[in-house]
């Protein structure tokens, strides 16, 4: 609703007057109640100094608020981000299942892969560890982009299918006759002079050279983190869902050309409360050294900044009676725009809830008094320290009264004392650090039980704490149970929140179908179908465990599915889910790598007899008894036949070798005997010759000497050679002068 529609109802001075009273008690609720907190939690975060320094002492900063913020931050982050399962919208009846998960993939796919979901989260719990609440804003964008095509030779119906098409404005059109069209075309025939009414006169075919712009406009839901200085809210809001507030503001710095982008039209020298705005002394501490943006004071009418708020309000616009939720819209008190919405597009996370209390305590709350308290110790200590190493002196003269006052470290002190005898005394300063040590090990510990972040957390060797096994346990699993609890209060308080108003957004704005890559598939998801949704799940983890905790977790659940799948109560779905948890604790986030999702639809069978699967089983179990009978009886016979074949092979062998050495030995004993004869019948004829020829008496004794020679160099016998088992394996041929030759057997 405009300024025009509502001013004869209520006059812009009531609405003006209503959002400044609403605005000043917010203001000061937050300048006076949470602007001190949150300014000193940053300076501390920082470790910047507190005010409490002193010249020539020592100045150290302990950095307590730093450790227990950022070491608390990634186990909270762990349990949102470790996978893309933001939330999950429960079904509200068995044909719902499908729609409720696709629905739950595609809010996901827009947090995770449309807002960065992984930076948007960091920058909330940020916020909420340290500003008591952390603050998001979910809106609906339209991205307008303007682009300039040309095109050529476009025919008319060419020229006509473009410039339909939505957001297609012509800049330039140059028209000829199309010669190509003409030449190609078939020419109609010319009518009769004499009844030239019998046919129409063919127009001639034109070709178009055009120069578009094309204005595409596409809706998109955006999520934005705000700084806590940014945001107002009424002062007696009793609960922790921003939802229930009376009075919501947003107030940020925009140019006048931003603000006339919007569609707000509006004058170069229009009033707004910019010069208060810069004033804010958060907003100067956030940016350490704050300067004012360029074009706070300029001449340039168009960049000039003014402060642009955008109010949520109950409020009754309409005179009846009964107040509406309406959104406003303003620079200083002139009101660009007010209409009815549906809800406040804020999400709120608390960190430490307070009961009946908007704002909680912030985790930085109650660790800035022990960094106060471990500041000043370690300062004492390393004064103690320098002390020691740099003692005072006393040298003898009157006592300096600036002297005992300003206490340098080195520093003399000059006294009046016999004592001295005129020489430099120095003092003999004592150590604190004993004493000092256990005071600081006892801050750890409070700071440690008050956040439940502990150094065991950290990684740290907590010695002085508990050495043995089960108390370092113990102490995990309490510290781990705080960051459980405030991970479900993150849930609870905002990110439920967030989904749902998320899933109201988009289904209201979205005006077309459109496809997405979802589990890897591409789907088609049309929004103004979506169901509205008021049950939902947040997922934060499978508990605050490891990753190999969870890993372990899904293999436990695993094999109880694998027992119970006979029963009817796991299916190839649940199964499916426990492996895809499994794969995406591991780190991995596409599970389609490694197993394929049951097609939906598709049901297992139905599970058989328990008493037919026992006899299954029991026939299986004989058959692979017998079938082991059968191979051990089949190796026994294998081995048997081989040792029976051995055993043939080494007899055959032995009766060849027999064969062999008796055959040799024949031999032998064949030579021997022909040998005599012929020595025999040698001797006889030589006798014989000797008496008939008696001088050839000489030589035949010379023949019959070499027959002798030759006879001793025959085989006269043979000795066999046998193995340790009495096997023959050769034989020794020996010759008739003695001499032996061995003979080996194969």
């Known amino acids: 609703m405009n300024d025009n529609n509502y001013a004869e109802k209520k006059s812009s001075d009531d609405i003006t007057s209503y959002l400044r009273a609403e605005e000043d008690s917010a203001r000061e609720y937050q300048q006076q109640e949470l602007q001190p907190d949150r300014e000193r939690n940053l300076n501390y975060l920082l470790g910047r100094k507190n005010g409490t320094e002193e010249e020539n002492r020592s100045q150290v900063i302990s950095t307590d608020v730093w450790d227990a913020v950022n070491g608390m931050l990634p186990s909270l982050l762990k349990p949102f981000t470790s996978t893309d399962d933001y939330c999950q919208f429960q079904p509200v009846a068995a044909e719902d299942e499908q729609a409720a998960e696709q629905e739950t993939d595609y809010l996901n796919f827009v947090v995770s892969q449309k807002n960065n979901g992984y930076m948007l989260f960091y920058n909330w719990f940020m916020d909420a560890l340290m500003n008591k609440y952390g603050i998001v804003e979910y809106l609906w964008e339209e991205n307008n982009t303007t682009s300039v095509e040309k095109y050529t030779g476009l025919t008319d119906e060419e020229l006509a299918m473009l410039v339909q098409n939505e957001g297609v404005d012509i800049e330039e059109q140059t028209s000829y006759p199309d010669e190509f069209t003409m030449r190609t075309q078939p020419q109609q025939q010319q009518p009769d002079p004499a009844n030239p009414q019998q046919m129409p006169p063919q127009e001639t075919p034109m070709a178009h050279d055009v120069t578009v712009r094309v204005r595409k406009s596409k809706g998109e839901a955006k999520i934005y983190n705000i700084p806590p200085e940014e945001f107002l809210y009424n002062s007696d809001l009793a609960t922790q869902n921003i939802k229930d507030a009376t009075f919501v503001q947003r107030e940020v710095y925009k140019s006048i050309s931003d603000i006339r982008e919007m569609g707000f039209n509006i004058p170069d020298d229009i009033d ?17 050294s704050y300067r004012q943006r360029p074009g706070v004071h300029t001449d340039d009418a168009a960049g000039k900044m003014v402060l642009f708020k955008v109010s949520h309000c109950l409020y009754d616009l309409n005179s009846d009676g009964i107040t509406e939720l309406v959104r406003i819209t303003r620079v200083g008190d002139n009101i660009l725009e007010i209409e009815e919405v549906e809800e406040i597009p ?3 996370i608390h960190c430490h809830v307070m009961p009946h209390k908007f704002a909680g305590v912030a985790s930085a709350d109650v660790v800035a008094p022990i960094q106060d308290l471990k500041t000043s110790l370690w300062r004492q200590a390393l004064d103690n320290v320098y002390s020691i190493n740099s003692n005072r002196v006393f040298v003898s003269n009157k006592v300096d009264l600036d002297d005992m006052l300003s206490n340098p470290l080195g520093g003399i002190v000059r006294v009046d004392s016999d004592t001295a005898h005129g020489h430099a005394m120095p ?12 005071m600081i090990e006892y801050a750890d510990s409070v700071k440690e039980n008050r956040t439940g972040f502990t150094r065991y957390s950290s990684g740290m060797d907590a010695n002085s704490l508990n050495k043995t096994a089960t108390g370092v346990s113990k102490i995990m699993e309490a510290a781990a149970q705080r960051m459980e609890l405030m991970a479900r209060t993150f ?6 929140d967030l989904m749902l108003g998320l899933h109201g957004l988009i289904k209201r704005n979205s005006v077309k179908e459109e496809v997405f890559r979802l589990r890897n598939k591409w789907i088609n998801v049309d929004p103004r179908q979506w169901r509205t949704r008021t049950d939902m799940a947040v997922s934060v983890g499978l508990g605050t465990g490891d990753r190999q905790q969870q890993i372990q977790q899904m293999q436990m659940l695993g094999m109880a599915q694998e027992k119970v799948v006979s029963l009817g109560l796991a299916d190839r779905k649940t199964m499916y889910n426990t492996l895809r948890r499994g794969v995406e604790a591991m780190g991995y986030k596409d599970v389609s790598q490694f197993f394929i999702e049951p097609e939906d639809g598709k049901m297992p069978p139905p599970p058989p007899d328990p008493k037919t699967v026992q006899a299954q089983e029991e026939l299986k179990l004989k058959k692979a008894e017998a079938q082991t009978d059968m191979e051990l009886d089949k190796m026994k016979l294998q081995h048997q036949m081989a040792m029976e074949n051995a055993k043939v092979q080494a007899a055959i062998r032995t009766e060849e070798a027999k064969t062999a050495v008796q055959l040799e030995k024949l031999k032998v004993d064949a030579d021997v005997q022909r040998e005599k004869e012929v020595y025999r019948r040698g001797t006889e004829l030589a006798k014989i010759d000797a008496v008939d020829n008696p001088p050839h008496s000489a030589v035949i004794g010379a023949i019959s000497q070499l027959a002798q020679q030759v006879a001793g160099m025959k085989p006269v016998g043979l000795k066999q050679i046998k193995d340790e088992s009495g096997r023959l394996i050769g034989a020794i041929r020996v010759a008739a002068d003695g001499t032996e030759t061995e003979i080996t057997i194969d």
């Open 427 to 438: 003092a003999a300063p004592t150590s604190i650090l004993s004493a000092l040590q256990p």
């Open 346 to 348: 804020y999400s709120i």
């Open 272 to 288: 707004d409360d910019a010069e208060d705005f810069t004033t804010f002394s958060e907003r100067q501490n956030r940016h350490d």
């Open 491 to 496: 849930a609870e308080t905002g990110v439920k």
